[in-house]
């Protein structure tokens, strides 16, 4: 007969779990390739310097044109890695609980901690608070989740890039789509996950040969001084992706064939950056694993400094300025993605909530023969 764990059996099981979970993530640590943890670290650090711009640019033409740059490939390059670590996403018990503890519980929790700390850092009563619409940062993690429950079905389709190339220049002629989710972001950054999922190992290799970080040179010298040409004729916002071309006064046409300009330099330019990232394993490697936690948490110290108006400063605007600031922007977002910080955190970024879900068959079954087994035992003698 079979009887179910008792209290401690089930405790005993949980710290079994811990031990099993914290040895996995040192043999994954010692077969991880070095150069993905160093770009998602480095592609963190311009999110972050990007963020610290934003309330600084103002008519700086300089400052306006680099933002542009590192705006087009940014996200993009942190995207296709997150595409490409998505690749073996199924539809399997242990993966799907791993997207909700990791990805949709820190959705909710960060949606609201940023919603009321605009409502109350900011002074903004009327700020609400609704899942529906990602605020700031957060709509990264609704986009992640909805990009890679999708995975099968981009594994499935024959020619996924094409297909999620369409999407997204059909979403930038498409003014009525919802705002709900921010679907519009969502789908005009999808062809850069796809991308991912359908890059391999070589592709990588390819672009950190020696040519291409040379060629990557001119490349992103070109970019600076297009960037410095287009900020008198060019809306910043289609780097955001978050609106159509109607929305941004333009003819519908114009939607579809910026989504293939822009993903197209996209590309050259993240080519260029990887080409940069270093294949050794270097003093930043291991801060590479803790880029979501610098990610969710440095919003609150570059949307805080704005609300207490410590933008305002007119030396903060000068060369001088803007370079402190972004030595801080990156020494900020370095420091969250630190061990001891991913520690206190980890409640809200990687939740282990093992008490929300059922237990696998399978498990409960060896669960059930080992505790019965002494049973049985204690029968026979008697």
């Known amino acids: 007969m079979f009887h179910a764990p008792t209290p401690s059996g089930q405790n005993e099981q949980s710290k079994k779990n811990e031990q099993t979970e914290q040895t996995e993530r040192r043999e994954q640590a010692r077969h991880r390739d070095p150069f993905f943890d160093n770009a998602k670290y480095l592609a963190i650090l311009l999110v972050a310097i990007g963020h610290s711009w934003e309330p600084l640019k103002g008519d700086n033409r300089v400052l306006q044109g680099l933002y542009m740059v590192v705006y087009s490939f940014h996200m993009p390059a942190f995207i ?70 999708t995975t099968p079905i981009w594994k499935l389709v024959r020619h996924p890039l ?76 289609w780097f955001y992706h978050h609106d159509s071309a109607q929305e941004f006064g333009a003819p519908w046409w114009a939607g579809p064939v910026m989504t293939l300009l822009m993903f197209g330099c996209s590309l050259l330019l993240t080519a260029g950056f990887y080409s940069w990232v270093p294949s050794r394993k270097t003093w930043f490697t291991a801060l590479g694993a803790g880029t979501l936690y610098g990610y969710l948490l440095h919003g609150f110290l570059v949307k805080g400094a704005g609300y207490a108006g410590l933008f305002h400063h007119t030396w903060l605007h000068r060369p001088y300025g803007v370079l402190l600031v972004s030595a801080l922007a990156a020494t900020a977002v370095t420091l969250l993605c630190t061990p001891p910080v991913r520690r206190v955190f980890r409640f809200a970024v990687e939740p282990r909530m093992e008490w929300a879900f059922r237990r696998d068959a399978a498990e409960l079954a060896r669960d059930r023969a080992r505790f019965a087994q002494p049973v049985v035992r204690e029968k026979v003698n008697a």
Request: hydrophobic letters at 50%.
């Open 80 to 149: 296709i890695i997150s595409g490409y670590f998505s690749r073996s996403f199924d539809l399997r018990p242990d993966r799907l609980k791993r997207l909700i503890t990791g990805v949709a519980v820190p959705y909710v929790v960060f949606e609201i901690a940023y919603s009321l700390f605009s409502r109350y850092a900011n002074d903004d009563p009327h700020q609400k608070i609704t899942l529906l619409d990602p605020l700031y940062l957060t709509w990264f993690l609704c986009a992640l989740f909805i990009w890679r429950l």
């Open 162 to 237: 094409p297909f999620a190339l369409g999407i997204a220049m059909l979403a930038s002629c498409t003014p009525d789509m919802t705002d709900d989710f921010d679907l519009q972001r969502l789908a005009q950054f999808l062809p850069y996950f796809v991308l991912g999922l359908v890059l391999r190992p070589e592709h990588f290799q390819w672009v950190r040969r020696r040519a291409v970080r040379v060629l990557a040179v001119p490349v992103f010298a070109g970019a600076a001084l297009f960037g410095w040409w287009a900020v008198p004729r060019m809306n910043a916002g």
